[in-house]
């Protein structure tokens, strides 16, 4: 059963940057496909991102014009969510998934999230 726990999440003002941080544990993590995800209030949830076991990531329409970046460390089991000159609309419960492989149909494993909240 793989295990994810987000942190890094908090308060900042509009223009600033947060780092967002997903540790696995409980599977074979340099081989899955790890993704971000956020879901604003009273929205549906979007897809922010992914990044394969090699490091090759792919971002959701809305999430290309370079504010966010997303990286991994496979030594330290852990996926990253860089994103900066936060906007006010970036306000959003950000989650962590994972998948087997990069085809699999679906994310199994998720975690519980971390919100950010942008003022502006």
């Known amino acids: 059963q793989v295990q994810l726990v987000e942190s890094g999440g908090g308060l900042v003002q509009a223009g600033g940057s947060l780092r967002l941080s997903c540790a696995a544990s409980g599977g074979s993590f340099s081989a899955y496909t790890m993704a971000w995800f956020r879901q604003a209030p009273g929205k549906g949830r979007e897809f922010v991102g992914s990044?394969?076991?090699?490091?090759?990531?792919?971002y959701g329409v809305e999430f290309v014009k370079g504010r966010y970046t997303i990286s991994r460390d496979n030594a330290k089991n852990t996926v990253y969510l860089q994103m900066n000159s936060l906007k006010f609309e970036d306000t959003a419960v950000y989650y962590c998934?994972?998948?087997?492989?990069?085809?699999?149909?679906?994310?199994?494993?998720w975690g519980q999230g971390t919100q950010v909240t942008v003022s502006s």
């Open positions: 990044i394969n076991g090699g490091g090759s990531a792919v």
């Open positions: 998934a994972a998948k087997p492989t990069a085809v699999w149909p679906s994310y199994p494993y």
